[in-house]
């Protein structure tokens, strides 16, 4: 533990959600940390868990007992070296700590998917199939004079959404926050999360979130001046989406935004894909852009190193024959479930509740240092952007933020630990007795 | 250790020999001077009767940042054919027109190439291009950002800022994005997107800050001039595919002044509009006009037939080019008031009469500028087609019975609107060794790179010569990077991990000032959370190397 | 000759690859031979042997026997013979076949009939989600040959169906002929929630109306001369589908106006 008077940090990101906010100011004592400045809830509850394992210690353990970190990184090899099916789950961690899950499991011939995953894929299936048209949160600061939310209120996941994409004033071409306009669409939990700071409500056009995709083909069909059956639409009058759409093709840079984890329902990459097609024909006639929000536990991170590194997003299989993608198959729950994986390396280090799904395999945690979890071998890591610097990526793609170390109170890093793990796996000189398999 | 070469044919033009019989030692990763006679040689390499050239420089590749990583997510069905399973020593990844990182530095290697540039690289996602590029092993690499259509930029020259100014921001940017040098991609033209124009011409005002593309050329060129960067402007100039544009093109060139620049993938921007389908080659006004004037250089950007992906931060061009996708899906991307991206899957085919006529561009191109130092030879992969399949167009270039066999094959209303036919020049080797070593080392100021004189660093292929030039480039005897042999006979033995190559142009700290407060006020990142730090950069590539070239070349202010 | 015989040796929870071992890859092949052959299971190579007893000698027929549902890719590619599964199939049953025949006694998962080219599948039990649909990536699914099915379809089936024709004799779930490009689906029980979203043109044939969102219109009763004909090639399905009264009368809805969508649903009168 630091014996450090207390310091005191500015401009510090935020690893708790997807906008990876970084203009915190931290204070530092003796190794709990805390918010000087603002009060998001999510940032609040973040920090207030990565002080929750100061008083007790969080320490290795091998079946319950603790022990020290070499034995149970050695421990956790073993798992590993006998597993001719391994799945590497969770993936709750930053960019080096993902390039060593990565490295572990192009080693073991593992199975490598995020927890957050069955909310990826539905904008993954989107990517894959047609693409989209999409923005960034600096151009939506700066540009966007119509909002529509697609199913969601933005707010309840990213709590500063609003305060610092939206109800700005000062920006690059005049707009103010009262120039813009908010139209919700779904059932949004809190409408009342966008109003504006001069008291402007956000209008709401309410369906279940099941109907969005036949809602979004009814707003493609008003686009394009095709008919529409019937005067509503999944109970909104056809009379409003008429004028949604004329709105739509009026802004100057519409902007339709969703966050995939409040699409809980089957099929919404189709709802997600319709809404994306009606952003691109609306480039027909104006500048209009999806914006695909959300992200927590370090899914985006884990999405991007595990594509640029075999070229597909998680999901995968690093097999004999080389990377398998099946976003069907290589579904963690489902993998579990069927029994196909005969260890699991689980890291969740965001979250202390992340924990993996129950079931009987030998099973290694990297855990949050404030994590109760029943396994084979725990290891408490840092926490990203607390314990642990490395990069993060933002929920809009393009900006991967370098997180910081704010304390060091001993927990290990998750490189460092697969690194353990692999040094045992491969001791130096010998290579793993792969096949030979050169497929290209 | 020291490592003894004997024997090779050694062509290297920066030092104007061709083909000359000697040896080469090599010491901790240098090329060092023959050593005292009777001293013990630790390992040799009979290299009698085999070509020897430095490893070869890839100075425009698109292998590493957000639009290449957006290519390989949304083209699942790309990697399945041609899959890469782990070994011992390599990473598990896939190949073809959007591979994955660990997969592009090994195919790299096995065709001799010890370096690859990163054109277009944007400083808000200059963190995940050096990511990338820290995840390709073995070779060298770099990149250049991009300025040009930043909201920033185009502000300070709306408000008339002296020129000192924009050099500082230049300098800030290219050293605190950790760059090579800089690029501009349809200047001004991605931000006139933003703002739902769909075409910005060379002399047309950009909307809200006025400012025409000429006039960004100009400033930024003369920016990397004042700061002496060694690379000049990478320019992908406006009107990229439009038919017509080589008018735009030739402007352009004279828009410089005569200060120096790099015109990138010349092929896509020289077309003209002759003929009943308007669509004609420009290639012979721009060989002419490159070869009248010293201070342009271009690579081709060749296209070759058969499925890619065109990845660009232009989004204008790339949204227009989107009703062509094939297949037919695309991405297009406004980012952070700093640029924009646009990926689109793409098929070219012989028998399709615009392709087969850029097929023809590309290579008239090639053949019509006499200056080998000048013109490089590149595919902007992927855009044209795979890195992976320069050796083919190596041979194309030095095999003139082969080329015309391949354009017999063409769509013959293309093939007969070209001159290709009656062009009999073929690349010999020593150009080539020009084109891809000897030139972009230069260009780019590495200066112990492309080489192999005493005191360049270790990068060497050794070919078996070969009449089928395909052939021969393809699988290189040997390739040694920083003086480890690295691939044998095109497969890799063993994996290292190459440097990275900056430039940190001098500025006047007082830039801060004004850059600080634009972050602050309109953009949702802290300047000091965008600024890369060189302990960041050792973090993203395997503790590899971080080179700072000199910035010497030009005037200083 | 007796067929070319797979016995599951006590299945392993592992997904097993079956798609090198189509009549088309073990022509002239052994039931010795074959054993040593590499397959994937679990994305491990394993001799096809230590998970199958193989028996029998006539690779033009090939049969399967007591598998669990994690034989997948039974018959990929295939362009001759017939392949017979006495049990249940796995996923990506018949993928981008060619040509020739399977059977399936039991049920087939998800993505059956995927980018099929050619030929024709048979499934006497039900099929799980996707059916017809393409990989990942890929935006044509099956684009020609005939799937039938006597049970029932998950969801999401005929999803991008470029061509050919997907016969159900049960019910379909959620999703039904979303995003079809052409080709024709016939369902003969019910159809679940947002049938025919974002379709394109094809054609989908019920007996039901379903439940269809409001960018299809409704255009009326007609006698639709093709119809008959269309079910004349049913003959070879067998019952129910070689069974069905002719009738030429459907009442037709067009749609998904959405992304000007000129595909049917036609429900018969």
New interface residues.
């Given amino acids: 533990m630091s014996h450090h008077p207390p310091e005191s940090r500015h401009?510090v990101?935020c690893s708790f959600c997807g906008l990876l906010c970084?203009?915190l100011s931290v204070t530092t004592d003796h190794g709990r940390v805390r918010i000087e400045s603002g009060n998001c809830p999510r940032a609040l509850a973040g920090f207030d868990a990565a002080n929750r394992h100061l008083e007790a210690g969080a320490s290795p353990s091998i079946g319950g007992k603790t022990a020290t970190l070499e034995e149970a990184v050695a421990a956790a090899a073993a798992i590993l070296g006998k597993a001719?099916?391994p799945l590497f789950g969770g993936c709750g961690t930053h960019?080096?700590g993902m390039?060593g899950v990565m490295?572990l499991a192009?080693?073991t011939?593992g199975?490598v998917d995020h927890m957050n995953s069955y909310s990826m894929f539905r904008n993954?299936?989107v990517?894959?199939?047609?693409?989209?048209?999409?923005?960034?949160?600096?151009?939506v600061?700066?540009?966007a004079d119509l909002l529509v939310c697609f199913g969601t209120d933005i707010g309840s996941r990213l709590p500063r959404f609003y305060e610092?994409?939206l109800w700005v004033d000062?920006?690059?071409?005049g707009l103010g926050a009262e120039d813009r306009e908010v139209v919700m669409l779904g059932q949004p939990k809190d409408p009342l999360l966008a109003t504006s700071p001069g008291g402007r409500k956000a209008e709401v056009l309410a369906c279940r979130n099941?109907q969005l995709?036949?809602v979004?083909?009814?707003?493609?069909?008003l686009v394009?001046g095709?008919?529409?059956?019937?005067d509503?639409?999944?109970g909104i009058p056809l009379a409003d989406l008429a004028r949604l759409a004329e709105r739509l093709k009026a802004a100057?840079?519409g902007v339709v935004a969703w966050v995939t984890s409040d699409l809980d329902f089957?099929?919404a990459e189709?709802a997600i894909?319709?809404a994306c097609?009606l952003v691109r024909e609306l480039?027909a006639h104006?500048?209009c852009?999806g914006l695909p929000l959300g992200g927590t536990d370090g899914d985006y991170t884990a999405?991007?190193v595990c594509?640029?590194?075999?070229?597909?997003?998680v999901r995968t299989?690093?097999?004999?024959?080389?990377?398998?993608?099946?976003?069907?198959?290589l579904d963690a729950e489902r993998v579990l479930a069927?029994?196909?994986a005969d260890a699991l390396f689980w890291v969740s280090s965001f979250d202390p509740g992340k924990t993996p799904p129950a079931g009987k395999r030998p099973t290694v945690v990297l855990g949050h240092p404030a994590m109760r979890v029943d396994c084979d071998v725990f290891i408490p890591v840092g926490i990203p952007g607390i314990d642990s610097a490395?990069?993060l990526?933002r929920t809009d793609?393009?900006?991967?933020?370098?997180m910081r170390q704010l304390r060091d109170v001993g927990l290990p890093e998750v490189a460092d630990v697969t690194a353990g793990i692999l040094a045992i796996l491969r001791p130096a000189g010998n290579?793993?007795a792969?096949?030979?398999?050169?497929?290209? | 250790m020291l490592i003894k070469l004997t024997g090779g044919k050694v062509i290297d033009p920066a030092h104007n020999v061709d083909g000359v019989a000697r040896d080469i030692y090599i010491r901790d990763g240098r090329i060092v001077d023959a050593p005292e006679p009777g001293a013990k040689v630790d390992q040799e390499y009979d290299l009698r009767g085999k070509l020897v050239m430095a490893g070869a420089i890839d100075l425009h590749t698109h292998i590493g940042g957000g639009k290449v990583n957006i290519a390989r997510a949304m083209l699942p069905e790309d990697h399945r054919p041609d899959l890469c399973a782990a070994t011992d020593l390599e990473r598990s990844g896939c190949g073809h027109a959007a591979p994955s990182t660990f997969t592009t530095g090994y195919r790299y290697a096995e065709m001799g190439y010890t370096a690859g540039f990163e054109p277009a690289m944007m400083p808000v996602n200059a963190r995940q291009a050096h990511m990338e590029m820290g995840d390709t092993p073995i070779i060298d690499k770099g990149a250049y950002a991009m300025l040009g259509s930043d909201d920033l930029l185009l502000s300070l020259m709306k408000d008339g800022v002296d020129q000192r100014v924009i050099n500082d921001y230049v300098a800030w940017t290219i050293t605190h994005s950790q760059a090579m040098g800089l690029k501009v991609v349809n200047p001004g033209g991605i931000s006139a997107f933003k703002f739902n124009q769909r075409k910005l011409d060379l002399d047309e005002q950009a909307p809200f800050y006025g400012v025409t593309p000429r006039q960004i050329l100009k400033t930024l060129a003369q920016a990397l001039h004042d700061l002496g960067v060694p690379h000049p402007l990478h320019v992908h100039g406006c009107n990229l595919g439009v038919p017509g544009n080589v008018q735009t093109t030739l402007d352009s060139f004279a828009a410089l002044d005569g200060l120096p620049a790099h015109f990138t993938h010349i092929q896509f921007h020289s077309y003209g509009t002759e003929g009943d389908r308007k669509f004609s080659s420009g290639a012979a006004h721009i060989a002419e006009m490159v070869n009248k004037h010293k201070n342009i250089s271009v690579d081709v950007g060749q296209i070759l037939f058969g499925q890619t992906v065109t990845a660009s931060g232009d989004n204008m061009s790339q949204h227009r080019n989107a009703a062509h996708a094939d297949p037919s899906k695309s991405v297009i991307m406004d980012i952070e008031c700093d640029a924009g991206c646009g990926v689109v899957p793409f098929r070219y085919r012989d028998t399709n009469f615009v392709n087969a006529l850029q097929w023809c561009i590309g290579l008239e191109t090639f053949l019509l500028v006499d200056d080998p130092w000048r013109v490089f030879l590149t595919t902007d992969h992927p855009n044209g087609a795979p890195f992976t399949s320069y050796p083919h167009l190596i041979r194309l270039l030095m095999d003139k019975s082969f080329r015309n066999e391949q354009l017999a094959r063409i769509n013959t209303d293309a093939a007969g609107l070209s001159t290709l036919g009656s062009l009999d020049r073929e690349y010999s080797l020593y150009e080539i060794a020009i084109m891809t070593r000897a030139a972009p080392a230069k260009t780019l100021g590495l200066r112990d790179r492309g080489h192999l004189g005493v005191g360049a660093a270790a990068d060497i292929t050794v070919y078996t010569e070969d009449a089928d030039r395909e052939k021969m480039f393809a699988k290189p005897n040997y390739v040694f990077k920083d003086g480890t042999l690295v691939a044998r006979d095109g497969r890799i033995v063993q994996v290292v991990w190459g440097n990275t190559h900056v430039v940190k142009p001098e500025y006047d700290p007082g830039i801060e000032k004004v850059i600080e407060p634009h972050f602050r006020r309109f953009r949702t990142q802290r300047m000091g959370n965008f600024k890369i730090s060189n302990d960041e950069m050792c973090e993203c590539g395997h503790g590899s190397k971080l080179h700072v070239h000199d910035c010497t070349h030009g005037r200083k202010q | 000759m007796s067929a070319l015989t797979f016995t599951a040796r006590g299945m392993p929870a592992a997904d097993i690859d079956c798609g090198g071992l189509t009549c088309d890859s073990l022509a002239g092949k052994s039931a010795a031979e074959v054993a040593k052959l590499p397959i994937l299971v679990g994305g491990r190579q394993t001799p096809c042997g230590d998970v199958f007893d193989v028996s029998g000698s006539d690779t033009m027929q090939i049969v399967f026997r007591g598998n669990g549902a994690t034989c997948n890719r039974i018959g990929a590619g295939m362009t001759i013979g017939s392949i017979r599964v006495e049990g249940d199939a796995g996923d990506h049953l018949g993928l981008q076949m060619k040509g020739g025949k399977i059977t399936v006694t039991g049920n087939a998962g998800d993505f059956a009939a995927c980018e099929m080219k050619r030929g024709r599948i048979v499934v006497q039990g039900n099929v799980g989600d996707s059916a017809g649909a393409p990989l990942p990536g890929n935006k044509k699914g099956m684009s020609g040959g005939m799937l039938v099915v006597h049970g029932n379809a998950g969801e999401r089936l005929a999803d991008q169906l470029r061509r050919g024709q997907i016969l159900v004799a049960g019910n379909a779930g959620a999703y039904a002929a979303s995003r079809m490009i052409a080709g024709t689906l016939v369902v003969l029980g019910t159809v679940g929630a947002h049938c025919g979203h974002a379709m394109r043109r094809g054609s989908l044939i019920v007996r039901q109306r379903p439940p269809l969102p409001a960018t299809f219109a409704d255009c009326g009763t007609h006698t639709l001369a093709f119809l008959p004909l269309l079910m004349a090639s049913w003959k070879e399905a067998g019952a129910p589908f070689a069974t069905l009264p002719v009738n030429p009368r459907a009442q037709r809805w067009m749609g998904d106006t959405g992304n000007g969508g000129k595909a049917e649903v036609l429900v018969w009168a």
């Fill in positions: 401009e990101p970084d203009d001719q099916a960019l080096p390039r490295e192009d080693a011939g199975t993954f299936h990517l894959q199939n047609s693409g989209w048209v999409v923005t960034s949160l600096s151009e600061r700066n540009r610092r994409c000062d920006t690059l071409f099941e995709g036949e979004a083909q009814a707003l493609r069909a394009r095709a008919p529409v059956s019937g509503a639409v999944a100057k840079y089957d099929h189709l894909q319709s097609d480039n104006t500048r852009n999405h991007q594509t640029w590194q075999t070229g597909f997003t299989r690093l097999s004999a024959a080389g990377p398998q993608h099946d976003p069907v198959a069927e029994g196909r490395g990069h990526f793609s393009s900006v991967a933020v370098p290579g793993q792969k096949q030979e398999v050169r497929a290209c």
